[in-house]
């Protein structure tokens, strides 16, 4: 499984970025999660195929929003009304099958496979 993400960039706070990582190979689960400079890796948001679910920190909930293309095999991240806070490194990552219930989704360590980081940069 291979994954690139692509979108990131610097935008003014109120405003709005489309994050898309296109997927090869198989996965069951995906999730976005970001870095920001002296602080640890948090989990964005994610998407389960066999749930058909998404579901977000709540950091994010109602700003940003996961969805996929199959027709391009592409996940994206939708953000809204980005804050300061918001700026980040963010990565995608895919987990080859999926198993029961929701609290693992959240760390990093359940995921098998990341793709490169994206900056996104959001002035205030």
């Known amino acids: 499984v291979q994954l690139q993400a692509s979108g990131g960039g610097l935008v003014q706070a109120g405003g709005s970025l489309r994050l898309s990582c296109a997927v090869s190979g198989r996965t069951e689960v995906m999730g976005w999660f970001r870095q920001a400079p002296g602080k640890e890796r948090e989990f964005v948001g994610g998407?389960?195929?066999?749930?058909?679910?998404?579901y977000y920190a709540d950091s994010v909930k109602g700003r940003f929003t996961i969805s996929r293309d199959n027709a391009k095999n592409t996940v994206c991240l939708q953000m809204n009304s980005l804050k300061s806070e918001d700026t980040a490194v963010y990565y995608c990552?895919?987990?080859?099958?999926?198993?029961?219930?929701?609290?693992?989704?959240?760390?990093?360590?359940?995921?098998?496979?990341w793709g490169q980081g994206t900056q996104v940069t959001v002035s205030s």
């Open positions: 990552a895919a987990r080859g099958q999926d198993k029961f219930g929701y609290s693992w989704r959240w760390s990093g360590a359940q995921y098998h496979y």
């Open positions: 998407i389960s195929w066999t749930r058909d679910s998404t």
